[in-house]
T-cell receptor
Framework: DTAVSQTPKYLVTQMGNDKSIKCEQN?????MYWYKQDSKKFLKIMFS???????INETVPNRFSPKSPDKAHLNLHINSLELGDSAVYFC??????????????FGQGTRLTVV | AQSVTQLGSHVSVSEGALVLLRCNYS??????LFWYVQYPNQGLQLLLK??????LVKGINGFEAEFKKSETSFHLTKPSAHMSDAAEYFC??????????FGAGTRLFVKA
């Protein structure tokens, strides 16, 4: 059983399109995240949700809109895709985000390529 | 502000040699520290974590790390490198908020 699963694994699309990435966790965790990993492997948090509520929005352009229909799902919708959006996007979850020693569990990543 | 600095974006060792990946942190409150490993085309996997108590932490695959508050360091070591250890390694810290801050990563190469 995959703990944190995201789909699709690869996404190639043209500039200006709108796309979504889905994420589901079956760990019963309260907190979910989206991270962006650029071509230099740098990981930067985008969003953090706790029990379906947005906790952190790290100055991400409003073309990116996360949606959490329940605490097991956190989807990422991206409007008007730009070349600079090309990256690997990771979904993650943790048991309780505000607790110090809780580690994050990561999905396999979605490699987004905008052409 | 909290930050994590990993010294060396690339480290190359021979198989059987000592692995040492360096991590320094900056935090105004006691940090909780993590090491994650990322294999090619995979997500991140937790290697080990420091919370409180013993400063020498043992993780999976023979890795360990030592928390040194006086040096604000959390270096990762393994006595004998194996080819399967080749991967990207990330040091990370959490200070109780809803985000974990990651270092820039260190790519470990293992030569036969």
């Amino acid at each position: 059983d995959t703990a944190v699963s995201q789909t699709p694994k690869y996404l190639v699309t043209q500039m200006g399109n709108d796309k979504s990435i889905k994420c589901e966790q079956n760990l019963g965790h309260d907190t979910m995240y989206w991270y962006k990993q650029d071509s230099k492997k740098f990981l930067k948090i985008m969003f953090s949700y706790n029990n379906k509520e947005l906790i952190i929005n790290e100055t991400v352009p409003n073309r990116f809109s996360p949606k959490s229909p329940d605490k097991a799902h956190l989807n990422l919708h991206i409007n008007s895709l730009e070349l600079g959006d090309s990256a690997v996007y990771f979904c993650a979850s943790s048991q309780r985000g505000g607790v110090l020693n809780t580690e994050a569990f990561f999905g396999q990543g979605t490699r987004l390529t905008v052409v | 502000a909290q930050s994590v600095t990993q010294l060396g974006s690339h480290v190359s060792v021979s198989e059987g040699a000592l692995v040492l990946l360096r991590c320094n942190y900056s935090s105004s409150v006691p940090p909780y520290l993590f090491w994650y490993v990322q294999y090619p085309n995979q997500g991140l996997q937790l290697l080990l974590k420091y919370t409180t108590g013993a400063t020498l932490v043992k993780g999976i695959n023979g890795f360990e790390a030592e928390f040194k508050k006086s040096e604000t360091s959390f270096h990762l070591t393994k006595p004998s490198a194996h080819m399967s250890d080749a991967a990207e390694y990330f040091c990370a810290l959490n200070t109780g908020g809803f985000k974990t801050i990651f270092g820039a990563g260190t790519r470990l190469f293992v030569k036969a």
